[in-house]
């Protein structure tokens, strides 16, 4: 596992120095949290999952005068209450009671400056735990260019906890966090902060405290507002929606099923080369039907996968998901899910893996849950050959409407829909009985539209990489090097099996012999 | 529904967009209202209405500077005073 691999990296460093730190990233949803995690820790990071649920655990290092600082980026929360799992999360690191995961040293708390007000009410139960906390009001460049100001040094009176003005999309400020770590536990001030008896009070005291540190927030950004004009236009807007989700779909399919089989011919062909070399056949047999071959069926998935997270990722930085969500909420309601389902469930047309890892910006746990119980029943890439091959095996070929529609595309266009109608029935299904959510209703914020960063879509797209081949891909060759085993062993005569020279059972029917070929060389092939 | 003229009580979801208003009342579970709360949905909150989705819900509103849609089967449990000034504001 990921994280037990780092853990042993932090005690194996932990013997030269002294003192390994830990700091915990917090901060609301679309702060730029994430961000910043990139650009302190670079490529030293690693995903895993927090012991017995969905959330995922991130974790990297970076450099503090030559010391190895651990950094634990925690979910996105809005606020410590534990309403939903990532919160759950986020509490028990910060108190030190989750398992696996050391007690953090520090704090760095972002949020966004542009939208301090209902952040702060984040921002004073972190501080109130008591950890030495660095307050980073991130994107201070757009705050800057919208005539916001704010006084940090009165910030950081009122609050108890060192602010700074950062930007970690143009790097500026930065160097802050490296000073705060190289000082902190320095400065021992404990400030008392209010104690919160209801909404109302909270509220009056961050309307007085951003007077007090002269915030003044800047002004909404009008191309925002301009854009979401047509982008959310009763006709213009599901326009644009179907042409966007259109040309995702189409470069996931059209551009990746080509990569894909052009990187599985690849990939047969250095086997190949490579089986020429090796004289044993059991030998040949385990490294090349066994390990190259589940090797090379994870690595086939890979441009899909990457494709699509790559439009994901810019559909997410640039803010049209949300609005993606906010079109089709009213379609996904009548399966009793909501807009967030919708890009998931449609990658899984592609892929079932990458649309189950997806589904991560849907923050209801119920909800996530089903779409992703669901997301299989959606016809993938790779169920097209079978289905192919039992339609013209079993269904004559027949004009139906017409020359327009034959009796062979009706069948395969109805096991879509199939696929489609099962998905929206269990849906229904586990959402009125097992998956009820009756009292979370759905809110959406829409995030201001950005330019995505290419340093943040590569960094994702490494990442989810990894994730899939680590956690997918183990899976994959474990299973492909038991269906070998179980082909190869035992020996007949003191000769594996041959299932290509086998004798077929019954009829020598075109789909027996496909069928036959298919489950001795994993890939199904036309015999016309 | 009744616009702009004599505006006593009425519920979030019946606003049309461009009016503003001050919440009041939100007449949900504590659990909700608690979840809503981080959002900013608080009583004596200014909230305009942003703009409907396509297909008529959800509607996006513009709280605290951001803006965050509800369906109206939530918004319809939110009662707010509409503010008079800014929505004259907003129209003119």
Redesign the interface.
């Known amino acids: 596992m990921p994280t037990s691999m780092s853990m042993q990296e932090v005690r194996t460093s932990q013997g030269k120095q002294k003192r390994v730190r830990t700091v915990a990233l917090i901060g609301p949803p679309n702060s730029g949290k994430s961000t910043l995690f990139n650009r302190l820790t670079r490529l030293r990071q690693s995903v895993g999952n927090y012991p017995g649920i969905t959330v995922e655990h991130r974790s990297g290092s970076f450099l503090v005068q030559g010391e190895q600082v651990r950094v634990i980026d925690l979910p996105g929360v ?2 410590l ?1 534990p ?1 939903s799992e990532d919160e759950c999360v986020a509490v028990d690191v910060l108190r030190g009671r989750m398992e696996g995961t050391p007690v953090p040293d520090a704090v760095l708390l972002v949020l966004d400056a ?2 301090l ?2 952040q702060l ?1 984040l921002a004073i139960s972190v501080i109130a735990l008591g950890l030495p906390t660095l307050v980073l009001l991130n994107m201070a460049d757009l705050f800057a260019k919208r005539g916001g100001t704010i006084d940090p040094l009165k910030l950081a009176q009122e609050l108890g906890a060192p602010v700074a003005l950062v930007s970690a999309t143009q790097g500026t400020g930065l160097d802050v966090v490296e000073r705060f770590l190289e000082q902190k536990g320095d400065e021992k001030e404990i400030t008392r902060l209010p104690v919160l008896n209801g ?2 009070h909270s ?1 009056s005291w961050a309307s007085q405290l951003e007077r007090r540190a002269g915030y003044r ?1 800047p002004l ?1 950004a009008g191309w ?1 507002r301009r854009l ?1 004009a047509p982008v ?4 213009w ?2 326009l644009i929606f179907i042409v966007v989700v259109g040309a995702v779909f189409q470069s996931v399919f059209g551009l990746g099923q080509p990569l894909s089989n052009a990187l599985q011919n690849l990939l047969n062909l250095l086997g190949q080369k490579a089986a020429v070399m090796i004289a044993q056949p059991f030998l040949r047999s385990l490294l090349l039907d066994g390990i190259w071959k589940g090797v090379s069926s994870v690595l086939i998935f890979l441009p899909q996968i990457l494709l699509l997270f790559l439009f994901i990722g810019l559909l997410e930085d640039s803010g049209y998901l949300a609005r993606a969500a ?2 089709s ?3 996904m ?1 009548s399966a009793g899910l909501n807009g967030k389902a919708f890009i998931p469930l449609l990658s899984a047309y592609a892929c079932a893996v990458p649309a189950i890892m997806a589904t991560r910006t849907i923050e209801n746990k119920r909800d996530r849950l089903a779409t992703i119980l669901i997301a299989p029943f959606m016809t993938c890439s790779a169920r097209l050959p079978v289905y192919t091959l039992l339609i013209s095996a079993f269904i004559p070929e027949r004009p139906v409407i017409g020359p327009l529609l034959g009796s062979r595309a009706l069948a395969m266009l109805s096991l879509y829909l199939l696929g489609f109608l099962v998905a929206i029935g269990t849906a229904k299904i586990l959402k009125s009985s097992v998956l009820k959510s009756a ?9 201001e539209y950005r330019l995505p960063t290419w340093q943040s879509i590569g960094l994702r797209l490494l990442d989810r990489g990894r994730v899939f081949t680590r956690q997918v891909g183990t899976v994959i060759l474990v299973v492909s090097l038991a269906i070998w085993a179980l082909t190869y062993l035992p020996f007949q005569h003191g000769h594996p099996h041959n299932w290509n020279t086998a004798p077929l059972p019954a009829s020598d029917s075109s789909l027996n012999r496909s069928f036959s070929r298919w489950a001795s060389t994993g890939r199904l092939e036309w015999d016309c | 529904m009744g616009v702009t003229t004599t505006p006593v009580r009425s519920v979030l979801a019946d606003l049309e967009p461009g009016q503003a208003a001050v919440i009041e009342e939100i007449a ?2 504590r ?10 949905f ?4 200014e909230i305009t209405v ?2 409907r ?6 509607t ?1 509103y513009r709280i ?8 109206a ?2 918004a319809r449990h939110i009662f707010v005073v509409p503010s008079q000034s800014s929505s004259e504001k907003e129209t003119a």
């Open positions: 809005y606020s209450a309403f542009t939208n007000t209902r009410d909404p109302s509220r927030p909404p925002t979401d959310l236009h009763r006709i807007g599901p906010l079109i909420d009213r379609t309601r009292s979370i209703p759905f809110v959406l914020e829409l995030p | 949900l579970p659990e909700t209202q608690q979840f809503l709360l981080r959002f900013g608080s009583p004596g909150v942003s703009r989705a396509p297909f008529g819900d959800p996006a605290d500077r951001a803006e965050i849609a509800l369906r089967e939530t």
